[in-house]
């Protein structure tokens, strides 16, 4: 269908996407890639009065490299992410990226919009929960920054006030001696995984010093799985630890029953990816170059 | 019967269609706008089955730009219910394109409103209220045929088609079988197909003539005008049907004559403005048409102590959502493969279907037949692993011989030709059989779950419609046929037009092919008619693009008419040239294709023979007059009407065939099929155009592989469709295909008169073939594969839940001494 009639006002900064914003109040939204957005309008289970665009504002669209941090523009598009060798420093990053979805929802999503629709099935917030990343936002009275564990506070809600505006998203390189890798099953390839899997570890020889996991599309909000990463901290890495960390992931999974998967099916599927992802993150903190692809059906 | 002359005819000739397709210069129905055109929207029922108790659209007409609406309660008086197939009691169905007091599946249209534009339709369709009663749904066919809650209280019961088809003799097979095995349940996923373009209709009821136009993209148009006439009470030659470039129906888009019929009557209702319906593909995928669903209870095989199959028994149970519509034909035309490509003789199938709360079915790409063979095939692979056979041996066991073509089926079809072993030896070869078997059994050793899977199918095509009598013995119809026109125009150009519409098959290339022959002339010289149109006075009562068979219908027509404007041709050249017509030779002289005197050394180009007919007639002596240039021709199949009584008759003309093998694994950890090696086969006669029969097995095994891993139509149990975007149903794309190995042979058709046979629906071999893989890898963990669909997660709940497919539960092995 078509969406119902909305007036559309075009951003030409940041800051003039907030003044717009609080003054059409709860009637205005945000279009960044339109890739949730629009599907929602047409299917008109989404029906904004006022759609303020964010794709003519110049310069919020980037990957920098900055004191140890990678800044990613609001308005960066998946596909830039995925072409830039800049992201690609932090592997399980690529992943994400290269892996959402196909060409056309690449070109047009954008890394802010993912972050700010919170999505359950998102790749972006599980991917990035397993790094220290930030949320810069920008409202009416200044900026502030959010952790990411704290913007995403349920299944599509975020800490941002009505007239925030997620400005950029700032990723902490690892530290030397990490590697990470990203791990979904998508039945084709553009729609959202059934269940997916985030491992970024920090290896010293065979011991793991540190362990981040965090599962997609089995809760309302990625999950990270502290019982699975205490399963690997400070822990020599075999099948045995492997196996202890992916039960735990599914212990720790709490999936629903759809078009995807049984809650079963899923729960057990969560395990497998964590336990794939953890061989390959080991891998990459090896230093060795390797390409993930997600599995497909 | 064969034509020698075969310069074109065999060639892998690019389609003279690619090149408006391939630049987006094709013309679809979409793409036409008309002056005062209205949009129409429907309004669609959100339950499954409900009373409507009121429909208010009052506030859908206050919305500016809304210039009506149209209710069921409207229509009814106005119009007749669509014509059943079926028999009594279900003949007393009234089927309107609008509900009229009750919905019987979700996404049924209630009632439709117009606008000056789509976007003010959609907004006018939320403001239709409409007031239901819920009813209890049922969404199982068997539950459904308890009759606890009936969908059509006029029919008095939810049960549309009952029949036995009985052959040879059964109760002895058994009491002589070396071994019986009991198959307790079998079931064929309900599916789609996805086709790029969903359904659209302009429909006009022109108050100037009191004439309907269509512009839209039906694939069967001489179908949906005898049902439009008889709906709309108007005469058939006042319905006027255009198609035009389709893309893509694989048979969903027969059915879309209760939408072409709303679309007439609101043009009625708004003094006969056009009214364009473009679906949404929400609306394709929950209210345009789905494949049947079917279950196979009860089934009992004997065999001999070989493995040789003597007789089968089993009762079948069709699902064909909530109204029959096309049915009950399905309760027959998987008969035209009752024994699918194997040699027993005796059965008896038990065949019932019945109605429920779900959308309605269409004749989906490999249609009613698909179901039966993948039974067939489930029997020969449960059979083999039970009784510890190679699925290779024990098809070979129970083939029909090569040698014993054409073959006449337990019931009557008379199987035109075919080479199944010969394909299974060219599949195997081209997969690396041995090898494979190797590398399973080491895979094996190492815990790993690797299958090899066997799927034989056929693609029955050129259907005798006498076979509707044995459905219903009232039913007027039988045989086949088709029509065309080949005429010289004015300045000597050659012009073919066929009662066909294709969506992509190609027929303006292989129809030129054929003339080329014919005339002995480059395809690039004939120009073919695109698309159906009613005034062009080819079509028959069977006209369209539908059921494998535009290579034999279809080119049969088409060579038909060629030979008879060729024969014109001879016979006006030889009076001009003054010779005999056997010295007159069709050839090229220097201002194109000519005709030559060769005794004479004269000869007259296509231009001049067309000008002396045309314009220049003074010159023709009276007993030329018949000559036209403008040849019309029907062909039309040689069938007879099929015993009704004993089920008995040739039902199809041709029988394509299919052969597929995939290897398949397993992982332990995700459970995930993965394709590793597919190989398909194919055998379809003559070969018109290889390029376009290679793209259609690649075309038909990608639907086919869909349907098997990714694609199925999902109900909940009050009758939501819960995949109604592509979301849910995740159509298969190019990233989910395996690199398909392709290889074909040719065993000529007798029964054509170029010994080619129609395809392209594929007989779903995918389906077959995947499940034969799956069980193959899962058999010695006691499973066996009891559904056409499956998933990671199906293979899941089988292997760890053991929910589902327990060989110890659903096979028993009855061996006697
Ligand atoms: C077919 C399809 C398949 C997909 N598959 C996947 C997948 O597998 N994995 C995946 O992760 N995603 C998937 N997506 C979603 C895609 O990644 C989207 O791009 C993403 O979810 C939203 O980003 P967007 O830029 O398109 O945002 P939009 O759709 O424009 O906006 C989304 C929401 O965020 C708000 N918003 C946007 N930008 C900002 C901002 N800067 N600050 C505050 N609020 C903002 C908007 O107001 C809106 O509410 C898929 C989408 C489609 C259409």
């Not at chain 2, 050394?601 to 240039?629: C, F, Q, R």
Request: with cysteine; proline share 5%; aromatic share 8%.
């Amino acid at each position: 269908m078509y969406p119902r009639a909305f007036h559309y006002h075009r951003a030409g900064s940041l800051k003039e996407a907030v003044t717009m914003l609080s003054q059409l109040g709860e009637e205005g939204k945000l279009l960044a890639g339109g890739q949730s957005l629009i599907p929602l309008m047409k299917l008109r289970f989404a029906n904004p009065k006022h759609l303020v665009d964010l794709n003519f504002v110049p310069g919020i669209s980037y990957i920098k490299e900055d004191k140890g941090s990678l800044r990613f523009g609001a308005l960066t598009r998946h596909a830039e992410v995925e072409y830039s060798a800049t992201a690609a420093k932090i592997p399980i990053i690529h992943d994400c990226a290269a892996g959402i979805a196909d060409v056309q929802v690449r070109n047009r999503g954008t890394i802010g919009g993912s972050i700010a629709e919170a999505d359950p099935s998102g790749d972006w917030a599980t991917v990035l929960s397993t790094l220290d990343t930030t949320i810069r936002c920008l409202g009416r009275k200044g900026e502030r920054t959010i952790p990411l564990s704290k913007f995403i506070t349920d299944a599509y809600t975020t800490a941002l006030g009505p007239e925030e505006i997620v400005s950029e998203i700032i990723v902490k390189n690892p530290p030397k001696g990490s590697g990470g890798a990203y791990l979904a099953f998508k039945r084709s390839a553009p729609v959202y995984p059934t269940a997916s899997a985030a491992v970024q570890l920090r290896m010293e020889g065979d011991v793991c010093e540190d362990a981040a996991i965090a599962l997609g599309c089995v809760g309302l909000t990625a999950i990270k799985a502290s019982q699975a990463e205490s399963a690997l901290r400070g822990q020599k890495i075999s099948e045995t630890t492997m196996n202890a960390a992916a039960e735990a992931a599914r212990a720790a999974a709490d999936p629903q029953p759809d078009m995807r998967g049984s809650a079963e099916y899923k729960r057990m599927l969560v395990g497998a990816l964590v336990k794939r992802a953890i061989e390959l993150a080991i891998r990459r903190a090896r230093g060795e170059q390797v390409e993930v692809s997600h599995l497909y059906a | 019967m064969k034509d020698n002359n075969r310069n074109w005819v065999g060639k892998p000739l690019p389609r003279k269609e690619e090149g408006r397709l391939l630049r987006g210069r094709g013309k679809f129905a979409d793409d036409i706008k008309i002056r005062e055109m209205l949009y129409l929207r429907f309004v669609r029922s959100p339950y499954a089955h409900a009373r409507i108790l009121k429909v208010d659209t009052s506030r859908a007409e206050g919305l500016p730009g809304v210039v009506g609406t149209l209710t069921g309660k409207q229509i009814e008086p106005l119009t007749q219910p669509f014509i059943e197939i079926g028999p009594e009691p279900c003949a007393k169905i009234r089927d309107f394109p609008l509900a009229v007091d009750k919905v019987r599946y979700q996404g049924e249209p209630v009632a439709a409103v117009l606008a000056e534009s789509p976007s003010l339709a959609d907004d006018a369709s939320e403001l239709v209220q409409v007031e239901y009663e819920g009813l209890d749904p049922v969404v199982d066919a068997e539950q459904a045929l308890k009759d606890e809650s009936i969908l059509h209280e006029s029919a008095g019961t939810n049960k549309v088609w009952n029949g036995v088809f009985e052959y040879g003799d059964v109760e002895k097979a058994f009491r002589e079988a070396a071994q019986i095995v009991n198959i307790d349940r079998l079931h064929f996923h309900r599916f789609s197909s996805t086709p790029l373009e969903n359904n659209v209709v302009i429909g006009q009821w022109d108050p100037k003539d009191d004439h309907i136009y269509y512009w839209c993209n039906n694939s069967f148009p001489s179908f949906a005008i005898q049902f439009l006439a008889a709906h709309l009470n108007i005469p058939i030659d006042r319905i006027r049907v255009q198609t035009f470039d389709i893309g893509g129906s694989f048979g969903i888009k027969i059915t879309s004559y209760p939408q072409m019929a709303v679309c007439a009557l609101a043009s009625k209702k708004a003094g006969g403005r056009p009214i364009k319906w473009v679906e949404t593909r929400s609306e394709h995928m929950t209210a345009s048409a789905h494949g049947n669903e079917r279950t196979f209870r009860d089934t009992r095989v004997a065999l001999d102590q070989d493995g040789v199959i003597t007789a089968i028994t089993s009762r079948h149970v069709d699902d064909c959502g909530a109204y029959p519509r096309y049915e009950p034909l399905g309760c027959v035309i998987w008969s035209q493969v009752f024994p699918g490509v194997y040699r027993f003789k005796n059965a008896r199938i038990d065949f019932t279907q019945a109605m429920t709360n779900k959308c309605p079915v269409g004749p989906n790409r490999g249609y009613s037949r698909m179901q039966h063979l993948w039974f067939l095939e489930r029997v020969v692979d449960i059979c083999a692993h039970e009784l510890g056979i190679p699925a290779d041996q024990m098809r070979l066991r129970n083939y029909i011989r090569p040698e014993e073509f054409p073959y006449t089926t337990p019931n009557g079809c008379v199987y035109d030709s075919g080479d199944y072993p010969k394909m299974l030896a060219i599949a195997k070869n081209l997969i690396g059989w041995d090898e494979w078997k190797k590398k399973q059994a080491e895979a094996r050793k190492q815990g790993r779950l690797i299958g090899i899977g066997i799927g034989t199918t056929l693609d029955s095509g050129t259907n005798n419609f006498g076979q509707s009598q044995i459905v219903n013995p009232h039913a007027p119809f039988s045989g086949n046929s088709q029509g065309a026109n080949c005429k010289l125009d004015i300045y000597g150009e050659v012009v073919v037009a066929v009662g066909s519409c294709p969506q992509g098959q190609g027929h303006e290339t292989t129809a030129a092919q054929v003339v080329a022959d014919v005339l002995n002339i480059s395809p690039d010289l004939i120009s073919v008619r695109t698309g159906f149109d009613t005034e062009r006075n080819v079509h028959t009562g069977f006209s369209g693009t539908y059921a494998s068979q535009f290579a034999v219908s279809g080119l049969s027509a088409v060579h038909g008419a060629a030979q008879k404007l060729k024969a014109e041709m001879k016979r006006l050249a030889a009076f001009v040239l003054e010779t005999q017509e056997d010295d007159i030779e069709f050839g090229r002289g220097a201002q194109g294709p000519e005709l030559r005197a060769q005794t004479k050394g004269k000869s007259i180009n296509y231009w001049g023979l067309a000008n002396i007919v045309n314009v220049n007639s003074a010159v023709l002596p009276p007993e030329m007059h018949d000559i036209t240039l403008n040849c019309r021709y029907i062909w039309r199949a040689p069938f007879k009407v099929p015993d009704t009584k004993k089920k008995y008759g040739n039902l199809t003309m041709t029988y394509a065939s299919q052969l597929h093998i995939a290897i398949i694994e397993i992982d332990r950890d995700a459970f995930i099929p993965r394709i590793l090696d597919y190989v398909a086969v194919d055998d379809c006669g003559t070969v018109i155009n290889p390029a376009i029969v290679e793209g259609q097995v690649y075309g038909a095994t990608a639907h086919g592989i869909g349907a098997a891993l990714m694609e199925t139509c999902v109900y909940d149990a009050v009758g939501n469709m819960l995949t109604s975007t592509f979301s849910d149903y995740t159509p298969i794309t190019a990233m989910n295909m395996p690199k398909v190995k392709y290889g074909h042979i040719e065993t000529p058709s007798p029964h054509s008169y170029s010994g080619a046979k129609g395809m392209g629906e594929g007989g779903a071999a995918p389906v077959h073939t995947i499940s034969a893989a799956l069980q193959d890898a899962l058999f010695s963990s006691g499973i066996i594969i009891g559904d056409s669909f499956n998933n990671a997660d199906t293979l899941f709940r089988a292997m760890v839940g053991r929910e589902i497919y327990q060989a110890d539960k659903l096979v028993k092995l009855e061996r006697r001494a």
